[in-house]
């Protein structure tokens, strides 16, 4: 829903991420989206409705997915709110919160 309101990145990034789980040339827009669907499952699957690290990696996932795009300049407005949205719940994850 998120493409369907806001261009998440500039297209003018490489094609250069790789995913976690090894899939390759993904672009910036990829891996925020990944991170969010990982949240989303670590969120479905975890206990009591938080994103749960030991489960299914979902987590440890998340967190790496952020990490690959913290210093990507292509991020519009939209795609820097959505990265500091999942960044922010994933370290409150990490924190136990």
């Known amino acids: 829903m998120i493409c369907e309101i806001s ?5 003018s990034g490489e094609w250069n991420f790789t995913l976690p789980s090894g899939t ?6 990829s891996v925020l989206f990944a991170a969010h669907f990982a949240i989303s499952c670590g969120r479905y699957f975890g206990t009591d409705g938080r994103l749960v ?11 790496d ?12 407005l939209m795609g820097r709110y959505v990265w500091e949205e999942l960044n922010e719940y994933v370290e409150a994850a990490a924190m136990g919160g």
């Open 65 to 76: 997915c952020v990490g690959l795009c913290r210093n990507d300049p292509t991020p519009t």
């Open 7 to 11: 261009i998440t990145d500039d297209g």
């Open 53 to 63: 690290q030991s489960t299914l990696t979902y987590g440890d996932y998340a967190r």
């Open 24 to 29: 390759a040339h993904k672009s910036v827009r």
